[in-house]
Structure formats: structure tokens, C-alpha cells
């Protein structure tokens, strides 16, 4: 990592190779030779993925055939070193944008000492829930609620609980994202039943979607307030750029729905400039707190009576971020990864273009997917920027509390807000996720959709 | 925020603070110092500290990464480098690495990788297995099977510690019997010596086939972006190779005797030894030895080699560390261009083991006309060991002089001027 000497490498003409780790992202795909002509020099791609997620089938290769894959065993130290050696004379950034990837990407990084990257500590902080809020709980207590980890639901870690918070808490895994297997307990008894439950789940979905780290459980003080995301990137010597706040609603403010996973994702606000100032600040924070550099960020906030709180911060992109910063603001969300790696400032667009909202479909039931209803009709409707399903018919589905993940989403636009709410509203009635009963314990892949809002 | 702070990890060493005036006055404005301390370092015998009021000493729990980031916050925005001199303070500098993310720092697996000997090989190995001799790291737990995992190596070998640097617990065994007898008494000691040694890892030692040949050692500075440069090589020669018991480093001299040709093939192993560790934005030491298969890298550490400060400046008048300072900063360091003067370091141990009653003929040493410095490191009365018994060094010194014949003599003088009065033990 090259701290004041990063744009060297953008002029250095002998610096050409792009690494992707495990999964190719098509907006990552765009980019690279937007990058390449930014450059004013041909690039050269390669896939480096790790074999076992190869040989289990779980990574997203390239259809392009752009980019040369090379698989190796990430565990092993040897044999990453002697295949990035291969690159490393060329080599001018390393990318991994995937959640389920940073551990891998961590394993990487002391074989690419002199390409600017996160710290290893950092990439571990930002996949832990636990890490990640004592981190900015020592950086500035009050950007966190009060939090304590537990190991298993016995007696003794319930009394922990019970001793460090006051109800309501949140149950929360520690390196899942989309809020899998988060409830609410609002007494003891529901605390006892919520552990029980999370526990029993957790193993079987930290493999299912690539949990980060040991799987392990936080549980939380419950924070009221209205949700929040920003993302933005850190370059190496920790200037930070922020994107425009977005506004989060979970599924659990809506009438005759429950959990915590995001429902919906819309850019208008309605924050004064000095709460944006203000949230930008804690974000800001919560990007030193874990020491993150030459990355990309993304951040989850509540507003709450008693000023910003962090929820999460992850070193990646935040789901559909690169549409609705595209549609809404015209900015590269990709393009910038790939440019503040290299020293360069990224491109923060030119305002505000047009509102857009996020619609976040997940099931409801367990069963086995037959059909995802609409999704022709709802590409087809005048206000929709993008509809993307992550689950074909005969894959296994969960409910999102039982460590399931979202089914469909799609980006609505308008320059009317009403209207825009109006569009999603239909947009959303069109996509029906139909289910049956399971027939089967095969799952597919789950895991087109990288990461979460 | 202007970045004015030279942090430094556990010890400051005169030639650190002189080193970050020689910065301060290139840089065209002042700068302080900081040294963190971890908790159960501050009381460790012998640690230098800054006595010129530099230095701001702040005690710390490296182990504690809240503690060790509300240490760090206040002044993050203005530190300029991290530096450290001690092996000992290498474990302390990586858990400090995810801190300081915006200071050019190497990173946090390759200090671990420079500091533990078995997975040092490994990194070696992996690169270009040409670079060492065979090896296999044994812990408590393989004693075991120790003759299996040695059984194709050829003798005599040698023993290591895994952590431990100088030449502590170092010891040649001839055959697989002085070799399990070595193994057998390392792991009785091994505990005591990196208790003392405040070493936090679990004990491994690390035999290794013996290697016939000329034993070297070179500083370099390696630049955040990899750039290698390579001050010249130092010979080193052991106490073994000058007929003494033990394998502690009995002299270094510089300048070598060494073609031009073939410290250039040194510089290429040293080079090659830094990539397959992958270490940035530092100094570091490597110790070779040079056989008729060419270059073996021994092992090399991230940081400034003990007495390089003294040789080279005597020799090349080189500012070592300075020029770390500057490195780290991402200024290019000085190098040298010619010999200015020769240049010896002589390291003194007991030649029986007990207790010491007296170090004699010191000041006599020190008025001889190449002497730099002449320093005992022990007091009458403690407990004189081999190295090759974890004993600590007790005497060392430094030497130059423009003329190699004065030089020679001179040294000659000064082993005969110290003497190490012991007396045995008996059992």
C-alpha cells in the first residue's frame, strides 16, 4: 500500500492489472474499462477466486470472458503468494466488493503490499457486528448503543444481558448481512426464545449465505429512530468522500408486516442541511473509528432522539447503491471504488437528478419458490430503472428472521416524489414471490445478491 | 493537521532522538516524539529510554484494542512515522498497524511473518526455496515425533527458538542423539527465557540443516511503494568460526572483503527475502550466510540491526536512523557513496559460566585511539550464561579507524583489556 504515492500508480504505464476477487458484479464489469480509458492505457482483468468457493459453485464468474480467472487456495499462503507474484510487478488495484468476500480479501492483502488497501484489522472490524461497535463505542461511546456479545443461549449469557441492558433489545449475528436471523425481545422471556432460536439457526445460515468471521451473536439495546444510509469511499490517507444520505424504511414499519430487514430505500429525506451535516459526521466517524482506508464504504445510521447512532459499516458497496446513486445523481458508484484505490478523487456527479426508491421484496413463508409473479410486467413500467430477481423457481426458501434472504428488487424513478411513491406502490403489487410447500432439502445459489441495504 | 509526531514503540534509543532532530532540521520544522509503552514492557531491564525530554512516554495495553485506539485518537492526525528498534516491540507494532491507517506502516501479517522463524521459512520457502536451508519448526507438543519430522536431514543442524532473536538458545548438534539431548533441554529453559524475554507466543523451536559458510548481514530500506535500496554488507563472524563455544555473534566488520560481483548477488537475496515477506514502508535486517551454493538468507527482522547504527555511521558515515525516519516518512533515505573509515563491533561473553564478581580493564578500553564505546551490560554479581544457555551479552563495543592495521590492533587490545572475572558454581 502506497500511502502519498498512490497516483503513482494511475501514471505509472507499467500498471495494469486489475484484480476482482471471487465474484464478477456487472456494474464492477462497466467500470473497468471506463477505468481504462480514465487512464488513457489498455487493462488487463483477472478473477482471482478462491478454490473452494469455485468447487462449491458459489462464486459469480465473469460472462464476458473479459477477465482471466485464476483460482487458488486462499488458505493457503504459498500458493496465494506464488499466484499473485504472477501479477505484482503490474498489478494496480485489488477490488472486493462482495460482503461475503472480505474475509477472503483479507487474506490477500499482506500479498499486496505495495497497491494502496484496508488495513487486514479493518476488513475484519467492518464483518464483525461485535468488533465493529466496540471499535466506535472506544472512538466516540455515543455514536453506539450499549451491546453485549453472547456465546450461546445458557443461563449465564442471558444473565449477562440482563445485567449490561435494559429491554427492548436486538438479537443480532455478527457476520451476516440483510438482517438475517435480527429479532426485537421486549422482556426476558422473549429474549430466552429469540437466543434459543438464533442459535439453532446460525450455523446452518452463516454457510448458507457466507457469513463473515466465527459465527457469534450481539444482542443490543433498541434504538428508535428513523434509518438511515450514506455511502462514500477513504482514500489512503483518509480524506473521505460522502455520498447523499438515503432513507431506509424496515419492513416492521409497515402495517401487517414484521422484521428488520430494509422493506424499502428512497433518496428524498427530509433532513435539514445541518442533520446531514451532523449524520455525515458521525458516518465520517464510524470510517476512523475502524481505520479504513482505500475503500469503499457503506453505512447504516439511526437518527434518534439522542443524536446519530451507527447500526453498521461495511468496507462495500450498499445494495442497488450503484443504480440509485446513478439514477438519482449520476455518479459511478463502481467506477469511484476503482479510483479512489488508485489515488484518484472519485466523481461525485452533479446533484440531485431524480428521486428514486428502492423495492425490497422477501418472503414470507418457508417453501420452495415456484414463480416470482410480474417481473416482465414491472421491467416494462415507464418509472422502473432496474428489477432484479436473486432466486429461481425450485430454490429453498426462508423467511428473513429464519435466516432467508431477499427474493426481488427494483429501482423506481421519478421527479415527482409522489409520483414516484405512487409507481412503487405498483410496482411493488406486481411482484408476487409464489411459494410451495418444500419438496426438497436442495438449495441453489443464494447468493446473487452481494450486498445489503 | 500538521504531522509532527515520530512515534515510536516501547524504547527510544539516543540515535532516535538524534535521528528525529536530523528530520526535524531536514523537514524545516519541529517535530516531538511519542513512545508507547505496553504495560508489561515498562519495567523490562535495560529498556532505553529518552532522557532529553523528546520523547512523551505513554503506557499502554497493546493487548487492549479499545485502550490502544483511545491512545492513539487524540493524536492519529498527527503522526508522521512509527518506528521501532527492538524485536522485542515488533508483536506491539502490528497490533498497533489498524490504528494508524493513514501513516505508511508495513503491514500487520508481515511484521508476524518477520518475527516467527517457522513461519518466516515458510514465507521463504514459498518465494524461492533456494533462499534456505531445510527446516521443520517442533513444539512441546511434537517431542513426541521429533525423529520423524527430522528423519531425511542431513547433520550437524541447528537449533532455534522460534521468537527469539540474537542468538539465544542457538545450538549446533552434530547427531540425531546431541539433537534430541538439545531439544530435551531447549523446552526445560524455553518457558523461563521467553517469560524474561516477555515473549507472548507459544514456545517452537526450529532445527534447521547447518549451513557451511561466511555468515553476513545488510540494512535495507524498503520504500512504501517497494522500492529496495541496500546499504553494504557487514561480515559477521560467529564465535564458533573463531574457535569459541556458542554461535552468538562474536564480531561484525565493515567494510567486507566482498567482490562488487558478489555483493550484488547478496543485495538479490536480500531483495528477494523482503519480497517473499512482502514488508513495506521499513527498515529491516537480514543476516545471510554465504555458501558454495550461493546466498541463504538465515533470517531478517523489520527493523534497524543492533550496532548497524554505530558501523555504519563509522564506516560510510551513513545516519541509519535517520534515514529509517526518512523512509518511513516516504523520503528517500542518504546512502553512502564511499568508505570513509573501518569499522568493528565486538561482542564479549563470558568464557565460563557463574556468577560475576568483576568486568576489569573498561576505562582502559575506552582510551584506546579507535574506540567509539565501550559498555558492560551487567553488574557484579549477576549470573554469567553461555548464549547457547539464553545467557544475556556482557560486554560489547564499537571500534573504527581510518587505518584497518590500527584497527586490528586495537581490537586485539581491547580483548585482552576486558576481563570477565567469574566465579562457578559448584553443585
Known amino acids: 500500500m502506497a500511502l502519498s504515492n498512490a497516483k503513482q500508480l494511475a501514471d505509472d504505464p507499467t500498471k495494469n492489472i486489475v484484480i476482482y476477487i471471487n465474484d464478477y458484479y456487472p456494474e464492477y464489469g462497466a467500470a473497468f474499462p471506463k477505468l481504462a480509458e480514465k487512464l488513457g492505457r489498455p487493462l488487463k482483468g483477472v478473477m482471482l477466486i478462491d478454490k473452494k468457493l469455485k468447487d462449491a459453485g458459489q462464486n459469480l464468474p465473469d460472462p464476458t470472458g473479459v477477465f482471466e480467472e485464476v483460482v487458488c487456495d486462499f488458505s493457503n499462503d504459498g500458493e496465494l503468494r506464488a499466484t499473485i507474484r504472477r501479477f505484482e510487478d503490474n498489478l494496480l488495484l485489488v477490488s ?43 472512538y466516540s461511546p455515543q455514536l453506539v448503543p450499549k ?122 429525506h427530509g433532513l435539514t442541511d445541518e442533520e446531514i451535516a451532523v449524520g455525515k459526521r458521525a458516518s465520517e466517524d464510524a470510517i476512523h473509528a475502524i481505520g479504513l482506508r482505500s475503500s469503499i464504504a457503506h453505512i447504516e445510521l439511526f437518527k434518534t432522539a439522542d443524536g446519530w447512532k451507527i447500526i453498521e459499516i461495511g468496507a462495500r458497496p450498499g445494495a442497488y447503491r450503484q443504480e440509485i446513486y446513478e439514477v438519482s445523481y449520476g455518479v459511478d458508484h463502481a467506477l469511484n471504488e476503482l479510483l479512489i484505490k488508485i489515488g484518484l478523487p472519485p466523481e461525485m456527479g452533479k446533484g440531485h437528478l431524480t428521486h428514486s426508491q428502492l423495492v425490497k421484496v422477501y418472503p414470507q413463508t418457508a417453501g420452495i419458490l415456484s414463480e416470482i409473479e410480474g417481473l416482465d410486467k414491472a421491467r416494462l413500467h415507464p418509472a422502473v430503472y432496474k428489477v432484479t430477481p436473486y432466486a429461481e423457481p425450485g430454490d429453498k426458501i426462508l423467511p428473513i428472521a429464519q435466516g432467508g434472504s431477499i427474493v426481488v428488487e427494483g429501482l423506481v424513478f421519478n421527479k415527482s416524489i409522489d409520483q414516484l411513491r405512487r409507481d412503487a406502490t405498483e410496482v411493488r403489487s406486481m411482484l408476487k414471490v409464489r411459494i410451495e410447500e418444500p419438496k426438497s432439502t436442495v438449495s441453489k445459489k443464494e447468493r446473487q445478491q452481494h450486498t445489503v441495504a | ?96 498497524v489498524p490504528f494508524v491507517p493513514y501513516v505508511n506502516t508495513p503491514t500487520e501479517s508481515s511484521l508476524i511473518w518477520s518475527t516467527e522463524k517457522p513461519l518466516m521459512r515458510d514465507r521463504l520457502k514459498a518465494y524461492d526455496e533456494r533462499l534456505i536451508p531445510r527446516y521443520q519448526s517442533i513444539e512441546q507438543k511434537d517431542l513426541v515425533r521429533w525423529e520423524e519430522l527430522v528423519k531425511d536431514f542431513s547433520y550437524p543442524v541447528i537449533v532455534k527458538p522460534g521468537s527469539l532473536w540474537s542468538s539465544f538458545l542457538v545450538t549446533r548438534c552434530d547427531t540425531k542423539e546431541e539433537l534430541g539431548e538439545c531439544l530435551a533441554s531447549t523446552f526445560r529453559v524455553i518457558q523461563e527465557v521467553y517469560g524474561r524475554l516477555r515473549r507472548e507466543t507459544e514456545p517452537a523451536v526450529l532445527v534447521e540443516e547447518f549451513m557451511i559458510g561466511d555468515m553476513y548481514s545488510t540494512d535495507v530500506y524498503v520504500s512504501e511503494d517497494g522500492i529496495i535500496e541496500c546499504l553494504p554488507p557487514v561480515q559477521v563472524l560467529t564465535a564458533e568460526s573463531v574457535g569459541k563455544p556458542g554461535l552468538y555473534g562474536y564480531r561484525c566488520i565493515l567494510p567486507t572483503a566482498l567482490s562488487e560481483e558478489e555483493v550484488g548477488r547478496a543485495h538479490d537475496a536480500a531483495k528477494a527475502s523482503i519480497r517473499a515477506l512482502n514488508l513495506r514502508a521499513t527498515t529491516a535486517h537480514i543476516e545471510l550466510f554465504h555458501t558454495k ?134 553443585e
Open chain 2, 1 to 96: 493537521m500538521k504531522k509532527d509526531i515520530v512515534l515510536s514503540i516501547d524504547v527510544v534509543e539516543p540515535g532516535l532522538v538524534n535521528a528525529v532532530h536530523l528530520l526535524s532540521e531536514e523537514l524545516g520544522r519541529p517535530l516531538r516524539g511519542i513512545v508507547l509503552v505496553h504495560k508489561s514492557f515498562v519495567d523490562y531491564p535495560g529498556r532505553p529510554i529518552d532522557t532529553t525530554g523528546l520523547f512523551e512516554e505513554i503506557v499502554v495495553d497493546f493487548d487492549d484494542a479499545d485502550e490502544l485506539q483511545k491512545t492513539v485518537k487524540p493524536f492519529m492526525d498527527q503522526i508522521l512515522v512509527v518506528t521501532t528498534r527492538y524485536e522485542d516491540a515488533i508483536h506491539h507494532f502490528s497490533q498497533l
Open chain 1, 147 to 268: 451491546v453485549q456479545p453472547v456465546e450461546n443461549a445458557n443461563e449465564g449469557e442471558i444473565q449477562k444481558v440482563l445485567g449490561a441492558l435494559t429491554f427492548p433489545v436486538m438479537i443480532k449475528p455478527t457476520g451476516l448481512s440483510d438482517s438475517a436471523l435480527v429479532t426485537k425481545a421486549h422482556n426476558e422471556d422473549e429474549l430466552r426464545v429469540a437466543l434459543d432460536d438464533a442459535f439453532d439457526a446460525l450455523h446452518d445460515t452463516y454457510k448458507r449465505n457466507r457469513g463473515n468471521g466465527k459465527p457469534g451473536i450481539i444482542v443490543e439495546e433498541f434504538m428508535d429512530g428513523d434509518q438511515f444510509t450514506i455511502d462514500g469511499y477513504v482514500d489512503a490517507v483518509g480524506n473521505i468522500y460522502l455520498l447523499p444520505l438515503l432513507h431506509s424504511i424496515s419492513s416492521n414499519r409497515i402495517t401487517g408486516l414484521g422484521g428488520f430487514n430494509i422493506y424499502q430505500v428512497e433518496t428524498h
Open chain 2, 293 to 426: 551454493d550461493g546466498w541463504k538468507i538465515i533470517e531478517l527482522g523489520a527493523r534497524i540491526g543492533g550496532y548497524r547504527e554505530g558501523l555504519y555511521r563509522e564506516a560510510y558515515g551513513v545516519e541509519h536512523h535517520y534515514n529509517d525516519l526518512a523512509n518511513r516518512a516516504g523520503m528517500r533515505p542518504k546512502m553512502p557513496s564511499k568508505v570513509i573509515r573501518h569499522a568493528r563491533a565486538e561482542n564479549i561473553f563470558a568464557d565460563e559460566e557463574g556468577i560475576i564478581e568483576a568486568i576489569e580493564g573498561l576505562d582502559e578500553a575506552r582510551r584506546l585511539e579507535s574506540t567509539i564505546f565501550v559498555e558492560s551490560h551487567v553488574e557484579p554479581g549477576a549470573m554469567a550464561l553461555s548464549a547457547g544457555n539464553g545467557g544475556d551479552l556482557i560486554v560489547d563495543a564499537i571500534l573504527s579507524n581510518i587505518d584497518p592495521k590500527k584497527l586490528e590492533e586495537d581490537v586485539a587490545k581491547l580483548r585482552g583489556l576486558v576481563k570477565i572475572k567469574v566465579k562457578k558454581i559448584v
Open chain 1, 96 to 138: 472486493c466488493s462482495g460482503e461475503g468476500s472480505q474475509m477472503d480479501f483479507q487474506r490477500v492483502l499482506p500479498h499486496i503490499p505495495y497497491v494502496p488497501a484496508p488495513t487486514e484489522r479493518s476488513l475484519e472490524w467492518a464483518t464483525h457486528k461485535g468488533k465493529m461497535r466496540e471499535l466506535i463505542g472506544a
